[in-house]
C-alpha cells in the first residue's frame, strides 16, 4: 500500500490525499462548505461523487466520504485547486487558487492520470474561460501526468451531469 503524503498547513480546508505514482488523482475547486465542515472530500448528501465511482467501477464498493484516505490503497488520491478557499465555485476568490501548489504535487507525486471533477477546476488550471474546456482527455504536456475531465458530480451542477465522461475515465484507468 502507498504511504500518503497527507499534510494541512495553515487555512487548508482539506489534506491533500498523495502518494508517489497512484492510478489517479481527483481535482476539484475546492472544498464545498460542508466538506470542510466535516472534514472530508464529496460530502455533501447530493453530491454525486461517491456513488459514481463505485457505479462507473473506479470502487469496488459505495465508499462514504469519511472514507477518503482508505481510497489510496486502490491507487486513488484527492487534491483541490484552492486548499484555502470553500463554497460553491463562485464563492472561491482568484487569489485563494494556488496553481504553483497544484503543479508541483503533481510534478513530485507523478500520478498517472489528473481527473479534474469539473470543468471550473480545469479551467482555474490552464488559465482559460471554462467554455473553452471540454470533457475528456486533454491534449498531453511535457513533464506532466495525462489530464481528463469530468462533469461535475454537485448537486448544484445537476444540469450539466453526465456520466458518460465518468464511464470513459473509467475505461481509461483500467486499460493503463
Same mark, same amino acid.
Given at each position: 500500500m502507498p504511504?500518503?503524503?497527507?499534510?494541512?498547513?495553515?487555512?487548508?480546508k482539506l489534506?491533500d490525499?498523495?502518494?508517489p505514482?497512484l492510478?489517479?488523482?481527483?481535482?476539484?475547486?475546492a472544498?464545498?462548505?460542508?466538506?470542510a465542515?466535516?472534514g472530508?472530500?464529496?460530502?455533501h448528501p447530493?453530491?454525486?461523487?461517491?456513488?459514481t465511482?463505485?457505479?462507473?467501477?473506479?470502487?469496488?464498493?459505495?465508499y462514504?466520504?469519511?472514507?477518503?484516505r482508505?481510497?489510496?490503497?486502490?491507487?486513488?488520491?484527492?487534491?483541490d485547486?484552492?486548499?484555502?478557499?470553500?463554497?460553491?465555485?463562485?464563492?472561491?476568490?482568484? %487569489?485563494?487558487? %494556488?496553481?504553483?501548489?497544484?503543479?508541483?504535487?503533481?510534478?513530485?507525486?507523478?500520478?498517472?492520470?489528473?481527473a479534474?471533477?469539473?470543468?471550473?477546476?480545469?479551467?482555474?488550471?490552464?488559465?482559460?474561460?471554462?467554455?473553452?474546456?471540454?470533457?475528456g482527455?486533454?491534449?498531453?504536456?511535457? %513533464?506532466?501526468?495525462?489530464?481528463?475531465?469530468?462533469?461535475?458530480?454537485?448537486?448544484?451542477?445537476t444540469?450539466?451531469? %453526465?456520466?458518460?465522461?465518468?464511464?470513459?475515465l473509467?475505461?481509461?484507468?483500467?486499460?493503463?
Amino acid at each position: 500500500m502507498p504511504q500518503t503524503g497527507i499534510s494541512i498547513t495553515g487555512g487548508d480546508k482539506l489534506p491533500d490525499q498523495l502518494a508517489p505514482h497512484l492510478r489517479l488523482v481527483f481535482v476539484g475547486t475546492a472544498a464545498s462548505h460542508r466538506s470542510a465542515e466535516v472534514g472530508a472530500y464529496y460530502a455533501h448528501p447530493g453530491n454525486r461523487f461517491w456513488p459514481t465511482l463505485h457505479a462507473v467501477g473506479l470502487t469496488p464498493r459505495l465508499y462514504a466520504p469519511h472514507e477518503f484516505r482508505d481510497l489510496v490503497a486502490l491507487g486513488i488520491g484527492f487534491t483541490d485547486m484552492s486548499k484555502r478557499g470553500s463554497g460553491m465555485d463562485h464563492n472561491v476568490l482568484a %487569489d485563494e487558487f %494556488d496553481i504553483a501548489r497544484f503543479t508541483a504535487a503533481m510534478r513530485k507525486h507523478q500520478p498517472r492520470v489528473i481527473a479534474f471533477t469539473s470543468k471550473k477546476a480545469a479551467s482555474v488550471f490552464y488559465g482559460v474561460p471554462t467554455q473553452k474546456i471540454s470533457l475528456g482527455v486533454q491534449s498531453p504536456q511535457a %513533464d506532466f501526468p495525462s489530464v481528463f475531465v469530468l462533469t461535475s458530480p454537485s448537486g448544484a451542477a445537476t444540469r450539466y451531469w %453526465d456520466i458518460a465522461p465518468w464511464q470513459q475515465l473509467s475505461g481509461l484507468i483500467s486499460s493503463r
